[in-house]
């Protein structure tokens, strides 16, 4: 049996595979964050401020979560439409 079975076997995680699993974490939040603003950004220009205010919130959240520099972006999108 191989170490990654038998750890699932046992639910022991080695540090490796929470490795893994924090960057999938990190992966999936920046993918978010990501959505979040495009879809702050497209119901801004639909006129849906406060939807568009809260997906780009969301988005700056999970930027500033993960330390991405994408962040000052979304702040300044936020900013430029007075939210």
Not at 8 to 16: D, Q
Not at 22 to 45: D, H, I, K, P, T
């Amino acid at each position: 049996m191989s170490w990654a079975a038998a750890s699932r076997e046992s639910g022991w995680l080695a540090p490796a595979a929470l490795l893994d699993l924090a960057w999938l974490g990190a992966v999936g939040l920046a993918e978010e964050a990501r959505a979040s603003e495009g879809s702050g950004r497209c119901q801004l220009q639909e006129a849906h401020r406060d939807l568009g205010a809260g997906s780009l919130r969301q988005a700056l959240a999970g930027c500033r979560r993960i330390g991405s520099a994408s962040a000052q972006q979304v702040e300044e999108t936020l900013r430029d439409h007075g939210l």
